[in-house]
């Protein structure tokens, strides 16, 4: 009896260190939402009209804009309809509905890979809340420009353009762009969308992870065979290193994936990225990841909020696709993280330019947005409060 006592007492223990045993309340996700719509008033006056916020860097208190060619260049827009759906708040509205136009010539571009982050996220998003029929066209149009960048031989799109250092690389970050297409092949586009998008990321499965479920950032093809021709991590650590935003982007890509499909090898794919994560020894108490999982100078390594972000939307998907106890854990681990988010790494009243949150990494290898505030992260951040209170209050 005294051992079985004692093992029931560790399994507790070991319960409890999982994640959060509380919900969040309503009233906290709509003070964080209230909190962004008072960040963003400053963020608007702080950007110019022409231009989007990218990024800022408080130690060199620089903060950076840039054109709508921007792979970023959507996310600020669309946080701005995430803060509108949950604020009603006439003003933000009024400056979301000015960034759209400016953002609309972007449903031609085929310069690389993103622009599902730059039309659906901004557009996409606007839809969702409004179901404006200007705003589809536009997500229809940018589809079609996103086909154009599919190479049959390799059964993928091509995310960079051919360099010096690669012939036709494939990012784990571009699954994030087939939400555009699998969106638009059901919404009214050319069934071929769905297609391509399917045969990209089966490509992705086959080749991108490791065998502990992993993936590198950049697997690189010969466009002419496509067969494989080096796997890299461009923006992690080392190449066999698991760059944390990019099992973010493995993990939501793939979850984003089954709910349009329901075609299971991708959920399976989703729950083992997923445990890779989560069950991590590297992982914080908080769940928000080092920028690497196997970066040497952890625990002091930065951390990256964005991918936490990111992170914690994908699990409460997920959860939404699962069941028991599996279920309890991912909400139980996005609640950490969204409690994490919403504390240590939120942004003081007034500050970082209006920022929402801190404390994320773009490029670390590169020296590039090391510890600042970036509009992505904020992105994700009020994707998973307004996916907490729809599927979990």
Same mark, same amino acid.
């Given at each position: 009896?005294?051992?079985?006592?004692?093992?029931?007492?560790?399994?507790?223990?070991?319960?409890?260190?999982?994640?959060?045993?509380?919900? *969040?309340?309503?009233?906290?996700?709509?003070?964080?939402?209230?909190?962004?719509?008072?960040?963003?008033?400053?963020?608007?006056?702080?950007?110019?009209?022409?231009?989007?916020? /990218?990024?800022?860097?408080?130690?060199?208190?620089?903060?950076?804009?840039?054109?709508?060619?921007?792979?970023? @260049?959507?996310?600020?827009?669309?946080?701005?309809?995430?803060?509108?759906?949950?604020?009603?708040?006439? /003003?933000?509205?009024?400056?979301?509905?000015?960034?759209?136009?400016?953002?609309?010539? *972007?449903?031609?571009?085929?310069?690389?890979?993103?622009?599902?982050?730059?039309?659906?996220?901004?557009?996409?998003?606007?839809?969702?809340?409004?179901?404006?029929?200007?705003?589809?066209?536009?997500?229809?149009?940018?589809?079609? @420009? #996103?086909?154009?960048?599919?190479?049959?031989?390799?059964?993928?799109?091509?995310?960079?353009?051919?360099?010096?250092?690669?012939? #036709?690389?494939? *990012?784990?970050?571009?699954?994030?762009?087939?939400?555009?297409?699998?969106?638009?092949?059901?919404?009214?586009?050319?069934?071929?969308?769905?297609?391509?998008?399917?045969?990209?990321?089966?490509?992705?499965?086959?080749?991108?992870?490791?065998?502990?479920?992993?993936?590198?950032?950049?697997?690189?093809?010969? #466009?002419?065979?496509?067969?494989?021709?080096?796997?890299?991590?461009?923006?992690?650590?080392?190449?066999?290193?698991?760059?944390?935003?990019?099992?973010?982007?493995?993990?939501?890509?793939?979850?984003?994936?089954?709910?349009?499909?329901?075609?299971?090898?991708?959920?399976?794919?989703?729950?083992?990225?997923? #445990?890779?994560?989560?069950?991590?020894?590297?992982?914080?108490?908080?769940?928000?990841?080092?920028?690497?999982?196997?970066?040497?100078?952890?625990?002091?390594?930065?951390?990256?909020?964005?991918?936490?972000?990111?992170?914690? @939307?994908?699990?409460?998907?997920?959860?939404?696709?699962?069941?028991?106890?599996?279920? !309890? !854990?991912? /909400?139980?681990?996005?609640?950490?993280?969204?409690?994490?988010?919403?504390?240590?790494?939120?942004?003081?009243?007034?500050?970082? !330019?209006?920022?929402?949150?801190?404390?994320?990494?773009?490029?670390?290898?590169?020296?590039?947005?090391?510890? /600042?505030?970036?509009?992505?992260?904020?992105?994700?951040?009020?994707?998973?409060?307004?996916?907490?209170?729809?599927?979990?209050?």
């Amino acid at each position: 009896m005294m051992k079985f006592n004692l093992w029931c007492f560790a399994l507790l223990i070991f319960l409890a260190s999982c994640g959060s045993s509380t919900k *969040i309340s309503r009233k906290t996700i709509e003070s964080n939402e209230k909190f962004a719509a008072e960040q963003y008033k400053i963020l608007a006056k702080n950007t110019p009209p022409y231009e989007m916020p /990218v990024n800022y860097d408080p130690e060199k208190k620089a903060f950076k804009v840039g054109k709508t060619d921007w792979w970023t @260049s959507g996310f600020y827009p669309g946080s701005l309809w995430l803060i509108y759906k949950a604020t009603n708040d006439p /003003v933000i509205k009024e400056e979301a509905e000015n960034r759209l136009k400016l953002q609309e010539n *972007i449903k031609y571009f085929t310069d690389n890979h993103d622009i599902g982050f730059m039309i659906f996220c901004s557009f996409g998003t606007a839809y969702d809340i409004t179901k404006k029929p200007e705003y589809k066209d536009v997500i229809l149009t940018a589809a079609e @420009s #996103a086909t154009k960048r599919y190479n049959n031989n390799m059964k993928a799109i091509q995310s960079w353009n051919k360099s010096n250092r690669y012939q #036709a690389p494939v *990012i784990i970050d571009n699954m994030m762009n087939l939400e555009l297409l699998e969106w638009a092949s059901q919404n009214g586009g050319d069934k071929k969308y769905a297609e391509i998008a399917r045969n990209h990321a089966n490509t992705t499965l086959r080749n991108h992870f490791r065998r502990d479920n992993s993936s590198y950032h950049v697997v690189d093809y010969n #466009a002419e065979t496509g067969a494989v021709a080096k796997k890299v991590t461009h923006q992690g650590f080392a190449d066999e290193s698991a760059w944390a935003r990019g099992q973010a982007w493995g993990l939501y890509g793939f979850t984003m994936m089954y709910r349009f499909t329901k075609d299971k090898k991708y959920l399976d794919l989703a729950n083992k990225i997923a #445990a890779f994560v989560l069950d991590h020894p590297n992982l914080p108490k908080d769940k928000i990841p080092y920028w690497d999982f196997d970066v040497p100078d952890i625990p002091n390594a930065k951390r990256d909020a964005s991918a936490g972000a990111i992170i914690a @939307s994908a699990l409460l998907e997920l959860a939404q696709y699962s069941s028991g106890n599996l279920k !309890k !854990k991912y /909400v139980s681990d996005a609640t950490t993280m969204i409690e994490a988010l919403s504390t240590t790494y939120r942004s003081a009243k007034g500050a970082n !330019k209006g920022f929402i949150l801190q404390h994320s990494v773009g490029h670390l290898p590169g020296k590039s947005e090391v510890d /600042v505030s970036l509009t992505y992260a904020d992105y994700y951040y009020l994707e998973a409060l307004d996916r907490y209170k729809r599927w979990v209050l």
